[in-house]
């Protein structure tokens, strides 16, 4: 697991990609503190992690990215953690369109391509 507060680079992400089904790297994303956690098995792991440092559990979004994806279809907005109906999200998804813009936001500005 790896903490992202400043850049990482796509080639960097394919690698970890390869160790997971379907090429993809799992990661958690803060939205107040634009950091995020990937390179894991479970979003529920990179959670706990960005708890430990600090986060505020309304803030962390679970997504997949999919790095040989093009720009359009590489996020994925899918992750048990997301499943919250006590902050308004009933689904794995991410339901508010606003809190998946800015978590695209905050992918773009971290991932360097």
């Known amino acids: ?13 394919k690698k ?16 107040e503190k634009n950091i995020m956690v990937v390179d894991a098995g479970m979003h529920a792991d990179e959670e706990v992690v960005l708890l430990e440092e600090g986060s505020q559990q309304e803030d962390l979004w679970g997504i997949n990215i999919y790095p040989y994806q093009s720009i359009d279809k590489w996020i994925e ?3 048990m953690i997301n499943l919250r109906p006590s902050y308004g ?4 998804s991410v ?7 800015r978590i695209k936001k905050i992918v773009e500005a971290l991932v360097s391509k």
Request: hydrophobic share 40%; charged share 40%.
């Open 1 to 13: 697991m790896q903490i992202v507060r400043e850049k990482i680079t796509l080639e960097e992400l």
């Open 77 to 79: 907005f899918d992750s």
């Open 89 to 92: 999200n009933k689904t794995r």
């Open 95 to 101: 339901d508010d369109i606003k809190v998946q813009e």
């Open 16 to 31: 970890m990609s390869e160790k997971m089904h379907d090429n993809l790297v799992k990661a958690v994303v803060d939205i």
